[in-house]
């Protein structure tokens, strides 16, 4: 939690984006009406009252249409893409934006804003999810194979949300099948990738479908790798594989949607060389993921 400073109103907490918006705001020698007048010109629609507790601290950008507004707001005020939306909290508590975006209301909000596919169109029979991690413990790319079946005749596109580490972005590719269409970051830590085929499937009908993804160099470590499920599925499989050496303690992990933090499972991995591998059957909505200590 961040205190407040001697003397500072204690209703106010101090955070990243309200000093930088407030400083880029005093910068450009703005008001805050000159400044609504300029959003209202580009179509976003805030009141004066709004824009004062964003800069003073008291409330936060935290809704999908708020992040288009100060997405603007980057644009009117002459700053660096990202210098504000990648600062954005929740508030005292400095939960990161994905952790927001991780209520559903709000993520769907996102997607539909972005015209980015219903998730609904198709289901997966079976993912293969594979990670490398560099000698400095970050990750750099993951490779993820999926059978995809149609649920209704029309099914041609689909998304998905990658969360991602440090201000950079990812680099990501499909395949032959189904290459990669459309790459937005829809939040200060998470990106919207959406593929496509050439053509509508039938209903029932099923494919194969693979894309990549590398993240940048300079990114910091994580403990653990995993893969998120909206919807029961028959197989799971997850394999990390290490560059430099393997960790001496490695588990599984099991996050259920809603709870505030995963839980170590007791089943095995099968680690072989660097690698650590395991299958999931009729794996559970939630996040599933191999973690290690080092």
Known sequence: MVEPSPGQDPSVVSNPFAERLSAAIAERRLSLARVQ????????????????YWSTGRSMPTRSRSYGIVQALEGILQVEDGHLTEAIVAGPQEYAMAAIMNRQELLTDLLQEHDLPNANMFEKDVISHSVTIDRDGCERSMVTRMVLRARNSGAQRWAIIVERVGPRDIEASGDATAPLLR?????????????????????????LAQHEIHFPAGNPPVDSSGFSL???????????????QLPP??????????????VRLEQSLLIRARVAHCVIHDATPGTHAIGWEW
């Open 37 to 52: 007048a300029k959003l209202e010109a580009l179509d976003h629609h805030i009141s004066v009252a709004s824009l004062s």
């Open 230 to 244: 909206r919807a029961p599925l028959k197989t799971l499989s997850l394999r990390v594989e290490f560059l430099d």
């Open 249 to 262: 303690r490695l588990f599984r992990t099991f996050q259920a949607p809603g709870a505030d933090e995963p």
């Open 183 to 207: 790459q937005i970051r829809i939040a200060p830590d998470l990106t919207a990738l959406e593929f496509g085929l050439d053509h509508p499937l039938e209903r029932g009908e099923a494919l």
